[in-house]
């Protein structure tokens, strides 16, 4: 039996804690405002949990498996390097701990209510939060919708024991000898590099012609493509998986390439063919929000809905689904509920592949800026020609610097390469700054450090570039 109760009446309530609905909850209390958030299952949400911060663990922890055992050119050998998995996993469990304990500390801090359970919208200015046989109604002055998104289940590969989306990938207990990934975007090749460092045999099954079609072009897909290459992984593109049998100890996949009909055998197949928003279930005709017919909500530059009071942020709105992404709507969101002119602006963000090499893109790309009729000078500077790249052995790569024609503004960069994630933030500051390529060619870069790249592709942009022959 539902029990009910008398409504509870708060300023603003936030509909999930992960990085968009916790950094919108943080905003809005310090805004002022009376926050209360709903979590239905885990403080940090997907990201935190069983996505961006443990499979970062994960990679990293086979990186320094892959470097104990293979840097000869160092002139270091090791003998008998092992890997217990147990304590890789209790690694990473301990990461998303601290985290999680953070985020649910600083809600705290500020004076956020955190509620556990499922919301329900009743209309568009209360909503009942179920949490097992108790209900309580809430009534709000405006809501944030953050309900994030989750993987897509193909009908011909049920998940299963043996057949895993990113979360089960996430949490084996020990290390495959075969993996077949079906999904050759982001989290494919991130998960599939990821146990590729760890000495699984990874097959990758991508429908497009191209991996990482979506936000990164071919230069630097390929690269990522050899490198993965030399590891052993087989790539299968144009190829539509089209089923599975699951034997005793594994799976074989069938699959169809170039008009002929495969079967592979693996111990476990990876589903990584993207996710879909979290906006069912959840009463949004009741408060009569507007959705696309692929159930993502619409919304306007302040992430307010159709309906004034409601606002959405993060996977549930267009867009790329960015953790960072979400973040910076949340902020946005609980300033414009405070009344704050704020407005979303998306140029500046970033997209980050944790591939081997890393690849990161901000802004235009030099097709995007040609389609919207911008000029530009594209520069673009090797990692080969950088001294602290050559001393890490990590000479594959480039930067490539869009700059508009006439005034060397910087609209746009893409980088592949060693820490291409940490160096592709002083770009995105420079877009958001309205920086110009003078100024950063004239920004002095501690030497040696992968930075000076930055500074050497500006230096191509203006046409006298010092460490490479024009």
């Not at 008398?6 to 509909?15: A, K, L, Q």
């Not at 009909?261 to 069912?280: L, S």
């Amino acid at each position: 039996m539902v029990v009910g109760d008398f409504p509870i009446e708060t300023d603003t309530i936030v509909i999930g804690s992960g990085p968009g609905g916790y950094v919108a909850a943080i905003r809005a209390a310090q805004l002022g405002q009376k926050v209360t958030i709903v979590e239905k299952e885990y403080i940090g949400g997907v990201c935190l949990n069983v996505g961006c911060i443990p499979s970062k663990a994960l990679i990293s922890a086979g990186h320094r498996y892959e470097t104990a055992m293979h840097s000869e050119d160092f002139g270091i050998t090791a003998e008998n390097v092992k890997v217990d998995f147990s304590k890789v996993q209790e690694f990473k469990a301990g990461v998303v701990k601290k985290l999680t304990g953070g985020v649910e500390a600083l809600l705290k801090g500020n004076k956020v209510t955190i509620v556990r359970g499922e919301a329900y919208f009743v209309d568009s200015n209360s909503l009942r939060v179920i949490n097992g046989d108790s209900a309580q109604t809430y009534t709000f002055k405006n809501a944030i919708i953050a309900t994030g998104s989750r993987p897509i289940e193909l009908p011909a590969f049920k998940y299963s024991k043996r057949v895993l989306n990113s979360t089960g990938a996430l949490n084996l207990t020990e290390i495959p000898k075969k993996i077949v990934v079906i999904g050759g975007g982001v989290i494919g090749i991130e998960l599939g590099g990821a146990y590729a460092n760890f000495g699984s045999q990874v097959t990758i099954l991508e429908g497009a012609d191209e991996i990482l079609s979506m936000g990164f072009d071919k230069q630097m897909a390929a690269l990522v493509k050899r490198t993965m290459k030399k590891k052993g992984v087989e790539f299968y593109t144009k190829a539509m998986a089209k089923g599975v049998e699951e034997t005793e100890n594994g799976v074989i996949v069938t699959f169809e390439t170039k008009g002929e009909e495969k079967k592979i055998e693996a111990d476990y197949v990876f589903v990584m063919v993207g996710r879909r928003p979290n906006t069912d279930e959840m009463g949004l005709e009741q408060a009569g929000v507007k959705m696309t017919d692929r159930g993502l909500i619409e919304i306007d530059k302040q992430c307010r809905t159709n309906v004034p009071t409601i606002y959405a942020i993060g996977d549930v709105v267009a867009g790329p689904q960015l953790a960072h992404k979400a973040s910076y709507e949340g902020k946005i969101a609980a300033e414009a509920i405070a009344g704050h002119p704020s407005e979303i602006d998306y140029l500046g963000i970033p997209a980050v592949v944790f591939s081997d090499p890393e690849l990161a893109s901000v802004g235009y790309t030099e097709a995007q800026a040609k389609e919207e009729g911008i000029d530009v000078i594209v520069a673009k500077f090797p990692f080969a020609a950088n001294g602290r790249a050559l001393s890490l052995d990590s000479a594959d790569g480039f930067l490539r610097l869009i700059t508009r024609k006439e005034d060397n503004l910087v609209i746009g960069a893409q980088i592949a390469g060693a820490s291409a994630s940490d160096m592709i933030a002083e770009l995105g500051l420079a877009i958001e700054a309205g920086m110009t390529a003078e100024d950063l060619a004239m920004t002095i870069h501690a030497h040696p450090t992968l930075g000076e790249i930055t500074m050497e592709a500006a230096e191509v942009a203006l046409g006298s570039p010092i460490h490479i022959i024009k």
